[in-house]
């Protein structure tokens, strides 16, 4: 059997719970301590100092209520045996690490708000956990606040308010899952482009309230009429209702301008081996405002092709490449040679020097008249 445990240690533990009981929950006469204690709901221990809590919660079973906030604890103390418990507030403590609290099965509303927290962990299996607060972390200068996947999948299937705002983020495009958001805090991140939060936004069909405040991207002047076509459900914005009106006329404005862009026909390409068009099933488009980066060279030829063309030019006989030449002469060939007179008189001169055997030590009448045609100015 297990000892009993020493009334001194756990006299003081007990007063610590019954000093935070309400005027509400009073004690009764002739009730004892322990079972008063059974049968408490809410208790209040926020605001006394504490730095740690040695306590054993499980003396309450019924508690549903418990605010620790605006104390100095380091840690979250062990709440594993009050399973009825649906509301905690912890916020503005020095809390450093979530633990798992998969065992607050009926956990509802959680408050973490302005403590030193790098990661959002340990959410698994609190699957009516509805609002969380874990907004401006004391976090080393460089650090933002991290999440584990996880956790952000568990808990995406309940949560409806979520506030992570003054957390240094950069993107919220890790909050994709959850889509029954109807409040999103993110105001003063460092979120500087649509993209960081497109991903998320367009998940979350439910989204009625948005703050986004504080981050560069809404320096851009569309800003918020960008954030109104992008998340349809929106009805606040930063603080800002959205009536029907305006929410109509940016609507019907965005679709006026998508309606004025010119669309673009695709083009066809030509095979460059038969010059017929390419097969549809080949055909490649591209969307109208995407960017095709680098030169496309065409396809070289065939390598048969290319290796009977190059017998045939190197077999060619002199009088065969002089016939072609006398052919582009009644063409608009560019590349025919300019000085006809200059072809014949080469022509002739071989034909000469053919026949001698050998090269002639005097030049012959056509080699004279040869220099001097090619020396006559054009």
């Known amino acids: 059997m297990n000892a009993a445990p020493d009334p001194k240690m756990v006299k003081p533990k007990v007063n610590l719970i019954t000093s935070g009981t309400s005027k509400y929950s009073k004690k009764k006469r002739d009730e004892s301590v322990y079972h008063y204690l059974k049968r408490l709901s809410h208790l209040h221990l926020e605001g006394k100092n504490l730095t740690e809590i040695d306590c054993d919660f499980s003396v309450c079973p019924q508690l549903s209520v418990l605010y620790l906030y605006d104390n100095h604890l380091t840690a979250i103390p062990d709440l594993s045996r009050n399973r009825n418990l649906s509301h905690l507030y912890l916020q503005d403590n020095q809390i450093r690490h979530i633990p798992d609290l998969s065992s607050l099965i009926q956990l509802t509303k959680l408050y973490l708000s302005n403590n030193c927290i790098a990661v959002i962990e340990g959410l698994k299996n609190l699957h009516h956990l509805n609002e969380l607060y874990i907004d401006r972390q ?27 705002s003054g957390n240094r983020l950069t993107s919220l495009n890790e909050l994709h899952p959850l889509h029954q958001l109807t409040c999103l805090y993110a105001s003063d991140n460092k979120v500087s482009q649509f993209s960081d939060v497109a991903g998320a936004l367009m998940n979350m069909e439910k989204l009625a309230t948005l703050e986004l405040h504080g981050n560069p991207m809404c320096r851009n002047k569309r800003y918020r009429d960008k954030l109104i076509i992008m998340v349809k459900s929106l009805e606040n914005l930063d603080g800002k209702d959205i009536s029907v009106t305006s929410k109509t006329f940016i609507h019907n404005w965005s679709a006026s301008r998508t ?36 030169y496309m060279m065409p396809g070289l030829p065939m390598r048969k092709h290319f290796s009977q063309s190059s017998a045939k030019g ?65």
């Open 138 to 164: 004391q976090l080393p200068p460089g650090e933002k606040l991290l999440l584990d996947p996880r956790s952000i999948r568990a808990i995406a299937v309940c949560l409806q308010v979520l506030n992570i």
């Open 259 to 294: 309606a004025l862009r010119p669309r673009r026909e695709p083009t066809r390409v030509l095979n460059p081996y038969k010059g017929d068009p390419v097969d549809d099933t080949n055909f490649t488009t591209f969307p109208r405002d995407s960017k095709v980066s680098g």
């Open 314 to 378: 190197s077999s060619k006989t002199y009088s065969s490449s002089m016939s072609n030449a006398d052919n582009n002469q009644n063409t608009n060939n560019p590349f025919v040679p300019i000085n006809q007179d200059f072809e014949v008189l080469r022509r002739d001169f071989r034909v000469e020097t053919r026949d001698q055997g050998t090269h002639p030590k005097t030049p012959s009448p056509g080699l004279r008249h040869l220099k001097k045609v090619s020396h006559a100015p054009a």
